[in-house]
């Protein structure tokens, strides 16, 4: 690009996580800025976040700002909402603006994700780094900017001073849960509760959707410690496998395979360095063995088979000895069938067994793809390339899928988490074809007819006729009935740490009086949460509710609205007399914050008896 001066940041759908929109002309001026080009898509892009925090902290009291220019591949990622819930799940601290039609990439001569712009006090582009492992060019290039800034007297006097959006605590307990396993032969439930960097065990749902949670695997803190499950750490974990006594969980932004023994429920880690590595054909042992970005985990026998994302593979692990090695994928990426070692896969993120055959969901073509074991041969299901996607049931070549992460084996088909449609599909590898089983193709918790719906669902688990769903953009595990599609959110119980009850003691709570409620009829709750003036609620983002009576959580329910009240729907069965205790969490926004918003919780507490005729229950917290 040269030394040229850096286009405005303008031609935009807005701005996130900032109180204000952000110009060179303006604000940026006398700043050395430091430009992200990203889609939140992209492997690649996930890899650099680290690269980015340490330079913000390292430069964070100096005339130094980060931006995010999110420049879209899929037409899913370019809504502020499935944006904003991007920026949340992986904990970008950085303004984010919305590039609409990838004006701003042009401008910048953009041409792959993720590229890195640094720009000095005076407004001309210093430094233009593409791709991963940039992060001692990045501060070698911030460093001499900002030398030259003082000796020039161009730099501003401090850093830009910016509000950030907060993230809501969920009433679920969860934060982006990415997937779920069920293990029916010992009534268990997994899930990895991935931004709270912990694997929760519970029991699966009783006959009224209740889990009680049995173990909580991890103190909620990132890192990579061994040891009993107060202390030991994760890195926003996601795919699960269990076997013999252990439960194996792809801990993803470690670069690890860790194992948790069920009975002390004791982390040990079984492959990875705790670095990423570039390396594609493995052959080490254990812990010698680099990899990078594990997203998923299936195991046949002694052979825990690894969706390897960060290297387009998937690899093998004999677990008796920990020895590593590729399986399928050269390492490029792209969508190219053939014997295992010359294919080319597509970050896959998802992955299973079915009929002795290995199938992946790979997500960067929008494919389903499996591995022929007996020959050793990938072949493509659905999915025709990198820029090919959609959302079209049907047959192969012209049903299509958008970014799926999940697929689970159901009978002789595989379900299908096609996370940017927002559905849970069925495809038939023998046939090739594809059709939507549930949700709306729209990011939202429930239909207006009561059917369920999801924001971008990462997981799946199936036992017998009951399908478990990691939707993890609302925050919940989601189980539904096969046979019927009748559906509910699980509620777990005896849930402690991160998201537990503890916390709820910082919420504003109004104390109401008695009131007199219909006996044996549903409810409908009327809830309006104290706001600060001035603001509304986000009707970009969910909000949870969650109904206690003492220890007994009666119902929790998710929705999204841009309208106070909150209306929330208790069936005759859960209506009870006691004391109940009612956690709302919203997230809301200002006129004046633009882009930003915030989290908000209001906890009611009122005695119901059921002596009465009144079927609506108002709590107001104004």
């Known amino acids: 690009m040269g030394r040229v001066r850096a286009p405005e940041l303008t031609a935009n759908l807005g701005w996130l996580n900032t109180d204000r929109p952000l110009s060179f002309a303006e604000e940026l001026r006398g700043q050395v800025v430091v ?3 990203w889609t939140y898509c992209c492997i690649n892009c996930i890899h650099i976040l680290p690269d980015l925090a340490y330079l913000e902290e390292k430069y964070a009291d100096q005339p130094v700002t980060f931006i995010g220019v999110h420049s879209a591949k899929f037409s899913n990622e370019a809504s502020r909402e499935t944006i904003r819930a991007a920026i949340l799940r992986y904990e970008i601290r950085h303004a984010v603006v919305i590039d609409e039609d990838m004006k701003i990439w ?3 001569a953009a041409r792959s994700w993720p590229t890195v712009v640094v720009v000095d006090a005076k407004g001309v582009v210093s430094c233009v780094a593409a791709g991963e492992g940039n992060r001692e060019t990045l501060d070698q290039a911030i460093a001499q900017a900002l030398a030259q800034g003082r000796a020039e007297g161009s730099l501003a006097p401090g850093p830009l001073e910016l509000q950030r959006e907060g993230e809501v605590r969920a009433a679920s307990g969860l934060a982006f849960p990415g997937k779920v396993l069920a293990d029916a032969a010992a009534n268990r439930l997994f899930i990895a509760d991935s931004n709270h960097n912990r694997i929760l065990v519970a029991e699966l749902p009783d006959e009224n959707g209740h889990s009680r949670v049995l173990a909580v695997i991890g103190s909620g803190s990132a890192g990579r410690d061994d040891g009993p499950p107060d202390r030991a750490t994760f890195n926003h974990p996601q795919g699960l496998a269990y076997s013999r006594g252990k439960l194996y969980v792809a801990d993803t932004e470690n670069h690890l395979i860790r194992a948790i023994d069920l009975n002390a429920y004791t982390v040990t880690t079984v492959v990875g360095t705790g670095e990423l590595s570039n390396d594609c054909a493995g052959g080490a042992m254990g812990t010698a063995q680099g990899i990078n970005s594990p997203w998923d985990l299936t195991i046949e026998g002694s052979t825990l088979y690894v969706a390897m994302a960060g290297r387009h593979q998937i690899w093998r692990i004999d677990l008796p000895v920990g020895f590593a090695r590729a399986l399928a994928g050269s390492g490029r990426e792209n969508l190219a069938d053939g014997p295992t070692e010359t294919a080319a896969l597509a970050q896959p993120s998802g992955i299973c067994m079915l009929n002795g055959t290995i199938y992946f969901a790979d997500s960067e073509v929008s494919a389903v793809r499996g591995i022929d074991m007996a020959t050793e041969q990938v072949f493509t299901v659905i999915g025709e390339g990198l820029f090919v996607f959609g959302d079209v049931d049907g047959s192969y070549p012209d049903a299509r899928l958008q970014h799926p992460l999940g697929v689970a084996p159901w009978g002789n088909v595989l379900l299908v988490a096609d996370t940017y449609n927002h559905k849970i599909k069925v495809v038939d590898p023998g046939g090739r074809t594809v059709r939507t089983l549930l949700g709306t193709g729209k990011p939202e918790a429930s239909a207006g007819d009561g059917q369920v719906a999801f924001f971008e669902p990462g997981g799946l688990s199936v036992s017998g006729q009951r399908l478990f769903v990691a939707d993890t953009n609302n925050h919940r595990v989601v189980e539904l009935d096969l046979a019927t599609q009748s559906w509910r959110e699980v ?20 104390k109401l009086a008695p009131v007199n409620i219909a006996p044996d009829r549903s409810i409908d709750l009327l809830l309006h949460p104290l706001l600060p003036e001035g603001a509304h609620l986000n009707g970009e983002a969910p909000w949870s509710v969650r109904i206690s009576l003492g220890d007994t959580v009666v119902s929790q ?7 106070l009240p909150l209306l929330v729907k208790l069936p005759a069965g859960a209506v009870r007399e006691g004391t109940w205790s009612i956690l709302a969490s919203v997230t809301y926004c200002t006129t004046a914050d633009g882009g930003l918003c915030a ?3 209001h906890r009611w507490t009122v005695p119901v008896r059921l002596s009465g005729t009144d079927s609506v229950l108002r709590l107001d917290g104004r």
């Open 557 to 563: 329910v998710t929705g999204k609205s841009s309208e």
């Open 35 to 37: 430009l992200d080009f």
């Open 106 to 108: 042009r401008a910048y």
């Open 599 to 601: 989290p908000g919780t």
């Open 491 to 510: 509620v777990l119980t005896g849930i402690s740490g991160i998201g537990g009850r503890e916390e709820e003691s910082e919420t504003p709570t109004t």
